[in-house]
């Protein structure tokens, strides 16, 4: 089955304690992307990846890291979470950007 | 600066009855648009898309109706059911670059 895997699906943690969002597909696609749903605001980019090794900078970037070491993976990475970065995160894959994206379940983050 | 807005946050539509869900946007260079449908506690799901070269796309109850004009798109779903009730999220891209999404409308579709 097709699908976009993100791990945990829900975390509560404190500040300043790294964490890592794991995302994963096995469509094989070469675009990937990292966004944030917040009440009012929407979905916003954060990171997104044209290929492996390749990453830039979406609308959001501050405070997250991204890698691109293998094509299915594409880990969120926090190294200092703080409160205002509570927030519901979504994985997304295409083939190519600009194309229609496939997004995972999602991960609810707390950070207290 | 908002280049794919959805302008009502909420919309209610008795069942049976047509839902209208509308989204401008400001980049003349956007060439593909898109709908997702979301359910609380799930992932945007992919609904219906539309090329710039066309005006109009069906797809069983979902229409999509694009008016580069007026830079505007519209979904249409006829007839409405409750299971329709989800938060709906226009997007746009210019091919090869990163799909921009509105912000989002909740659709209440009413027994």
């Known amino acids: 089955e097709a699908q976009v895997t993100q791990n945990p699906r829900y975390l509560i943690t404190v500040t300043g304690k790294k964490l890592t969002v794991t995302c994963s597909q096995n469509?094989?696609?070469?675009?990937m992307s990292w966004y944030r749903q917040d009440p009012g605001l929407g979905l916003r980019q954060i990171y997104y990846s044209m290929n492996v090794e390749v990453t830039d900078k979406g609308d959001v970037p501050e405070g997250y890291k991204v890698s691109r070491k293998e094509k299915r993976n594409f880990p969120l990475i926090l190294e200092s979470p703080s409160p205002n970065q509570t927030s519901l995160y979504f994985c997304a894959s295409s083939r190519t950007g600009g194309e229609t994206q496939y997004f995972g379940p999602g991960t609810r983050l707390l950070v207290l | 600066d908002q280049q794919v807005k959805q302008n009502s946050p909420s919309l209610s539509v008795q069942e049976g009855r047509i839902s209208i869900l509308n989204c401008d946007y400001t980049?003349?260079?956007?060439?593909?648009f898109l709908w997702y449908k979301k359910y609380p506690a799930e992932g945007p799901t992919f609904l219906i898309s539309?090329?710039?070269?066309?005006d109009k796309n069906e797809d069983g109850r979902f229409t999509v109706f694009l008016n580069k004009s007026a830079k505007h798109l519209s979904l249409h779903i006829v007839p409405s059911q409750p299971g329709d009730s989800a938060v709906y999220f226009c997007a746009a891209s210019v091919i090869y670059t990163p799909l921009v999404f509105g912000k989002g409308t909740r659709l209440s579709v009413i027994a």
């Open positions: 980049n003349s260079m956007f060439d593909y």
């Open positions: 539309i090329s710039s070269i066309k």
């Open positions: 469509m094989n696609h070469e675009y």
